[in-house]
């Protein structure tokens, strides 16, 4: 007897289990059907890191070179080159010009360097490859020249591809975010 | 050198004792479960040895995936060792930040602002929730149910895009940074919490009916794997794992951390010590972790979410420092030894998966093969964690 209202009670957890699975089948789709549809939620979603440009020219990154990111990167994914011009260019080795006010016994006959050495942005490398996507160089940037993208999409096929020159991104943007819905027809 | 010593030296450190034995003890099949096995969700190999469907030895061998994150500690600075948390255990990541920020603050003497304490409390149980959804997922599809894990999913899907509106990521969070959480939370952030609670309290009675009361479901998990308390100390098991044998040690009651000890909440146990203790206490564990993040909405205090006047080259002073925290899987330690340099002279972590799996083999023994797989589900590991 109490075997059998056992089982009768097995058999109702399976109806009530069947039930559930009934009711949802009616639900609307949950599952995003990828390249018909795309998700909305990206306005969060970190990408690669990008340069943020200058207020006045969208073509210049805001970016001083002070070499914090380079410097708490885990992974050491950024990499920069930079030349000084105008007064105090031809100090020299630019990495020295990092802080003009150091002396040393070489240095000491020469004239002072200018306050302010002028310098360039060469190159802003990321090998997004390596990248953890920490946000520490971002949150490290003392002027928020670096932000994440939203860039989700971002393919490639070889290791070079991930080798990502940020100033050229930021001069000619090739894949900037598109609104989410269905691709238009190409 | 002699025949037996030979035969010893085939194979490996774990196959070694499997090898001679066979021959006494007659007609047993050794079988290799995994490194790439279905349920063992990760580089785990059991060796077992088989008489007839029934096991006589079992062997978990560790090291697929070690990563040597703990000598990484070593060789990168005190905040870029942040991100390597996110990836110790990949499913309950924020605990892990958790572990390693309060170590580093309690090295240093650094307070957290109480909004930040807040927030903490919030992400970190909404991840717990997350881990404890995908193990209730995987677990039954080590058992042969499909569906369940795509109902876990979907809200393990609400859970991810709540995180990423504050981390940014969706797994491998580096959200706490040392005094502080990296970013603050947003209305979009509580509003949304609000509704999940809400949601997901009506979604925990359809779990229960279309699983846990399934009379299938209680034939796999009832009576099989009984843990008894002792052993479970002996091994040093903690989280659902021992409390599903009985015992209420919970980190955040125990010794609580940040603010757990000015929230109510209980930590439930089982009887038996059974596989069903281990998977009852994990779900009303998510219960739980809705009054929690519910208490946490509501006392969420104003201020800073990072603490204001943080050096900019973290040193911290010479010592040693031990913090630990609850994670989905069990007690999460951090232990620090600094010698005042740029970076920690030595990081141990404490994993709980380590101590949940080793009982594994003794628990394993003498029962069905298919059995063993469901107590392997039971114990709700994460390889990765494991072998660090
Ligand atoms: S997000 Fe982290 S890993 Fe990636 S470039 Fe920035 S600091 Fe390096
Ligand atoms: S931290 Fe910012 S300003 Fe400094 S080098 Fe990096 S991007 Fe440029």
């Known amino acids: 007897m109490k075997r059998l209202f056992k089982t009768l009670q097995g058999l109702w957890s399976l109806a009530v289990g069947l039930k559930i699975t009934g009711v949802e089948l009616f639900k609307p ?22 340069l943020v440009p200058a207020a006045d020219d969208p073509q210049t990154p805001r970016c001083i070179m002070c070499w914090k990111c380079v410097e708490i990167c885990p992974s050491r994914c950024i990499s920069l080159r930079l030349h000084a011009v105008g ?100 | 050198m002699s025949q037996d010593a030979n035969a010893r030296l085939t194979g490996d450190f774990y196959t070694a004792p499997f090898g001679p034995r066979i021959e006494e003890e007659g007609d047993t099949l050794i079988l290799n479960m995994g490194p790439q096995h279905p349920a063992t969700h990760g580089v785990l190999r059991v060796i077992v040895e088989l008489d007839g469907e029934y ?91 499909f569906t369940p894990i795509v109902y876990a999913f979907a809200d393990r899907e609400r859970i991810m895009d709540l995180l990423q509106m504050v981390t940014g990521s969706r797994l491998t969070y580096c959200y706490y940074r040392f005094g502080g959480v990296s970013a603050d ?32 479901l209680r034939g796999r998990c009832e009576e099989i794997g009984v843990l008894s308390p002792e052993t479970a100390r002996r091994y040093g098991a903690t989280g659902p794992v021992l409390r599903g044998s009985g015992v209420a040690y919970d980190v955040r009651r125990a010794e609580p951390y940040s603010v757990y000890d000015r929230l109510d909440f209980t930590v439930p146990t089982g009887r038996n010590g059974d596989a069903m203790d281990r998977y009852e206490v994990r779900m009303e564990e998510m219960n739980q972790c809705l009054r929690i993040i519910e208490q946490a909405l509501e006392a969420l205090p104003d201020g800073a979410h990072i603490a204001p006047d943080l050096s900019e080259r973290l040193l911290p002073p010479k010592g040693e420092v031990y913090f630990a925290v609850e994670g989905a899987r069990g007690k999460i330690g951090v232990y620090l030894l600094s010698d005042g340099g740029p970076t920690p002279y030595r990081v141990k972590l404490r994993a709980p998966g380590f101590s949940n799996l080793s009982l594994f083999a003794e628990l394993a023994q003498g029962t069905l093969l298919a059995d063993a797989v469901s107590i392997l589900g039971s114990l709700d590991l994460v390889i990765p964690e494991i072998d660090r």
């Open chain 1, 87 to 186: 007064e105090g260019a031809e100090a020299g080795d630019p990495g020295l010009l990092l802080a003009p006010e150091l002396k040393s016994p070489y240095s000491a006959h020469l004239p002072p360097p200018p306050d302010k050495i002028e310098r360039v942005l060469d190159s802003y490398r990321l090998n997004y490859s390596l990248c953890s996507l920490c946000g520490l160089c971002v949150q490290s940037c003392p002027v928020e020249a670096i932000r994440f993208s939203r860039n989700a999409y971002l393919v490639g096929t070889t290791r070079q591809d991930f080798d990502l020159d940020l100033l050229a991104r930021l001069r000619n943007p090739v894949d900037a975010p598109r609104p989410p819905g269905p691709r238009p027809p190409t």
């Open chain 2, 185 to 216: 939370l947003g209305d979009e952030f509580i509003r949304g919490t609000h509704e999940f609670v809400a949601d997901f309290r009506k979604r925990l009675p359809m779990y229960r009916g279309l699983v846990t009361d399934n009379m299938i």
């Open chain 2, 55 to 145: 096991i006589r030895r079992a062997e978990p061998v560790l090291g697929y995936i070690h990563r040597m994150h703990e000598k990484m500690g070593e060789v990168k600075s005190w905040v870029q060792y942040l991100p390597n948390m996110g990836r110790v255990d990949y499913l309950h990541a924020l605990a892990w930040n958790w572990a390693y920020v309060g170590a580093v603050e309690k090295l240093m003497g650094l307070a957290v602002p109480p909004r930040a304490e807040y927030i903490r409390v919030i992400t970190c149980e909404l991840n717990r929730i997350n881990s404890h959804l995908l193990w209730w997922g995987a677990y039954l599809l080590d058992l042969g149910a």
């Open chain 1, 29 to 50: 789709w949950l599952t995003v059907h990828y390249p018909r549809q795309e998700v909305d939620n990206l306005a969060t979603f970190r990408g690669h890191i990008e």
